[in-house]
């Protein structure tokens, strides 16, 4: 079936640096890639939508600045968290579809500690 | 998208039928119901969707109301895999850009 992998599954950085979490279709094309964040015991917010070959499109109260989403190829969406802090400090997740209205498939979340 | 209504948490013995209900009274004609689950640290895995027409999968099956606005995910036989958090969404029609929103889902819990 339909995999996405997500790379690399835990990050530790410094607070002010910036980190860089991939999200790549394994067996399929996506053309357009969602990227969510968890904290602890809550649910997951969507974050932000990412367009091959335009622009994302930010939910409101995302920071588009701060959270950079290239998706430069069919299958590889990448998240840039830049200048991080520890409020930071989430579980990311990606997720692609591989057809239109089909289910989407999630990565395995990016688990990021900002020290 | 439309909004969904789920119990906060249900317990359920091993080896025991689960139903997991989920409310959703201002569904539209064209939305289809979602389910996915969450296990602890991990991303969400889908389970299983329909329209109208109930649906059974090596996973599940989710039987929907005839009116559509409410729908229940039937777990035949729980095991401790199954521990999890359940969300029942409503992704609505637009093609590949269609956003799935997460509401705060049902936790199970299964007891051995």
């Known amino acids: 079936g339909a995999v996405v992998s997500q790379h690399p599954s835990r990050v530790i950085c410094k607070s002010g640096t910036s980190v860089k979490i991939e999200c790549r279709s394994l067996?399929?094309?996506?053309?357009?890639m969602f990227w969510y964040r968890q904290f602890p015991k809550q649910s997951l917010m969507l974050m932000a939508t990412?367009?091959?070959?335009?622009?994302?499109?930010?939910e409101q109260g995302v920071e588009k600045d701060k959270f950079l989403i290239n998706h430069a190829s069919l299958t590889l969406s990448t998240l840039t968290v830049t200048s991080a802090h520890p409020e930071d400090s989430s579980f990311y997740i990606c997720?692609?579809?591989?057809?239109?209205?089909?289910?989407?498939?999630f990565g395995n979340g990016t688990r990021l500690t900002v020290t | 998208d439309a909004k969904t209504t789920q119990p906060n948490s249900m317990e359920s013995n091993e080896e025991e039928p689960v139903h997991l209900p989920c409310n959703h009274s201002?569904?539209?004609?064209?939305?289809?119901i979602h389910w996915y689950r969450q296990l602890p640290s991990q991303g969400p895995e889908y389970v299983i969707h329909?329209?109208?027409s109930n649906v059974n999968n090596r996973m599940a099956s989710l039987a929907i109301a005839e009116d559509r606005k409410s729908s229940t995910l039937i777990l035949h036989r729980a095991t401790l895999r199954d521990a999890a958090v359940y969300y029942c969404?409503?992704?609505?029609?637009?093609?590949?850009?269609?956003?799935?929103?997460f509401g705060t889902g049902t936790l199970l819990a299964v007891q051995p």
């Open positions: 997720s692609a579809r591989h057809r239109d209205n089909s289910p989407l498939h």
């Open positions: 067996d399929f094309q996506a053309t357009t």
């Open positions: 990412s367009n091959e070959g335009s622009k994302a499109t930010y």
């Open positions: 201002t569904i539209s004609g064209t939305d289809y």
């Open positions: 329909g329209l109208t």
């Open positions: 969404i409503l992704p609505g029609y637009g093609g590949a850009t269609n956003k799935l929103i």
